[in-house]
């Protein structure tokens, strides 16, 4: 709710902002057809310029630019007033209730802040960081990676291929193992740019030399490109536009970016990046629970788990979570999923409780099977 009322208020501003400024722009407008006329007068005329400039401030004083913007200006300073009360009151500057000292390996966090500058393509800061912290040179031979990656796709920015696609080419197979379709996208794309210069002679040349390892799981795009060839003179007007949008080069560095990482054995977004954005989303539950659990610090200091449940969105979902359908808790590493024999799932302390800590045989609460504690078995997602 809190945040709906601060995207209202930021609406109002931006609202009421434009008000003021197509006011300004009306006001402006008539200055400047008054001042014209006056000049143009003066020009094509004998008449006294004192007369004119006379008549010229009482037009402008007509006018009064002042008292037309007045009514706007303080609307804007409403508003503007109130965006900022609605700030002040839905973000809590003071986040120290929320967290709790924690202590982490250094080393650890030295080559985790490294390698996002690296992955930013900070590498000047990267390096910088590295020799003032210390600890994270491990994460300095990352850095020739990464800036190949960067360099890749500083070229396709500039509508250059080639660095693209001789790095996809000689990492086909591993593309392949991982089921990615890139070699064969960057190879459409520079078909395209190809077209696009009029040259269908060239672009069906190259087509013939790159497109055969790929017709049959690509068929029918690539019967899109061969069509492509009638229009090659209009191809803007043709049926085929949709592939000279910039979207679709847009969309082949981020699965460049994606397969390069995934092949270096790193995630295609930076470790540093998720954990503040999932942070974000996870601090104002955390005040508001500790807003009311003020007198209990001392508990929240020694809780292993999160004492409320918090909701992120489905990019910072990695792991499934399993809740024991006996005990109705979540599994944790003391008491992880364990598989029975008859392949359905309680926590270990629901089997141990139902065991009698493995002394005899129980139930299983949903088939009719007599399941052994000792032969169950942790179950890893």
């Known amino acids: 709710m809190e945040l709906n009322s601060l995207k209202d208020a930021v609406d109002r501003v931006a609202k009421k902002q434009k008000l003021s400024c197509s006011k300004t722009q009306e006001v402006t407008d008539q200055l400047i057809q008054e001042i014209e006329k006056a000049i143009d007068m003066m020009r094509s005329t004998t008449v006294d310029y004192k007369s004119i400039l006379t008549e010229l401030k009482k037009k402008l004083h007509e006018i009064a630019p002042l008292s037309q913007l007045e009514g706007t200006q303080k609307e804007l300073n409403i508003a503007l007033s109130k965006y900022q009360k ?13 967290y709790r000292n924690i202590e982490f390996d250094s080393h650890t966090v030295n080559q985790i802040i490294a390698s996002h500058f690296y992955r930013q393509g900070l590498f000047d800061v990267g390096d910088c960081f590295i020799t003032d912290a210390g600890g994270a040179e ?26 693209a696609l001789k790095w996809a080419t000689t990492n086909s197979n591993k593309l392949k193992e991982n089921g990615s379709d890139l070699l064969p996208r960057l190879h459409h794309l520079q078909f395209v740019k190809i077209l696009q210069k009029g040259s269908r002679d060239e672009a069906l040349k190259y087509a013939r030399t790159n497109f055969a390892s790929f017709a049959g799981s690509h068929m029918a795009e690539i019967q899109k490109l061969m069509g492509c060839l009638l229009y090659s003179d209009r191809l803007q007007q043709s049926p085929y536009a949709h592939l000279l949008s910039p979207t679709n080069w847009d969309t082949v560095a981020e699965e460049l970016t994606r397969q ?47 004492p409320v449940p918090v909701e992120l969105d489905k990019e910072f979902q990695f792991h499934s979570i399993f809740v024991c359908p006996v005990s109705k808790e979540q599994s944790t590493d003391d008491n992880p999923p364990m598989l029975m024999l008859c392949g359905h799932v309680l926590c270990k302390q629901s089997i141990n409780k139902m065991s009698k800590n493995g002394s005899k045989t129980f139930k299983c609460p949903y088939c009719p099977s007599d399941i052994n504690a000792t032969q169950c078995r942790q179950l890893n997602f």
Not at 138 to 150: H, N, V
Not at 260 to 287: D, K, M, R, W, Y
């Open 138 to 163: 491990a994460t300095a031979s990352m850095r020739p990676l990464f800036q190949e990656m960067y360099q890749i796709l500083e070229a396709m920015k500039n509508r250059n291929l080639e660095p």
């Open 260 to 306: 390069f990482c995934n092949i270096l054995g790193q995630s295609s977004e930076s470790p540093l990046s998720v954990t503040i954005a999932a942070g974000v989303q996870a601090l104002p539950p955390l005040l508001k629970f500790m807003t009311v659990m003020a007198g209990k610090k001392q508990e929240w200091q020694s809780m292993k788990q999160l």
């Open 86 to 98: 609605a700030v002040d009151k839905a973000f809590n500057p003071d986040i120290s209730k929320a």
